[in-house]
């Protein structure tokens, strides 16, 4: 697939790349930082604490519960949860930051323009509009185990 402005533009899809301004700086002190990043929505911001919260796909209720509490809490003090939209731990964590006002990142296996797993398809709709979708993959990438 041909990656053009026009494309990225129609599927609301920005792109940032390696020292350009808009690049997370966190990131850039990687060894093995991403070239470029494809997301929507927004990419977290520099100077503002985030935590990662990830964890089992296939958790408990109590893990549940602990995610979305953790969520909620962190996102209440301002704090961004970034996390990978998985099933499980990654999306309580994601409902709790977004049930609270708070602002969360999703961080994808897959092109920004995929939700995946496809059931958080309106947890998908919602990060994007209160924080961001993100993906080092090209739109059009699909998932794999």
């Known amino acids: 697939m041909l990656l053009t402005k026009k494309l990225l533009k129609k599927q609301k899809i920005h792109f940032t790349g390696y020292g350009m301004k808009d690049y997370p700086e966190r990131l ?3 060894a093995d930082a991403p070239a470029v990043l ?5 990419l977290p911001e520099n100077y503002c604490p985030a935590v990662a919260i990830i964890g089992a796909r296939m958790c408990s209720e109590y893990g549940r519960q ?9 996102g209440e003090k301002g704090i961004q949860i970034i996390s990978g939209m998985a099933r499980g731990v990654d999306g309580w964590a994601h409902q709790g930051a977004l049930e609270s006002g708070g ?3 999703a961080v994808l296996g897959c092109g920004a323009d995929i939700c995946y797993p496809a059931v958080h398809e309106r947890l998908y709709a919602s990060i994007e509009k209160r924080g961001g979708i993100i993906s080092e993959y090209r739109p059009g990438t699909k998932a794999k185990p």
Request: aromatic residues 30%; proline residues 0%; without cysteine.
């Open 103 to 105: 602002r969360t990142f």
């Open 28 to 30: 850039s002190y990687l």
């Open 38 to 42: 494809y997301y929507k929505g927004k």
């Open 66 to 74: 602990v995610a979305a509490w953790f969520g909620s809490k962190l």
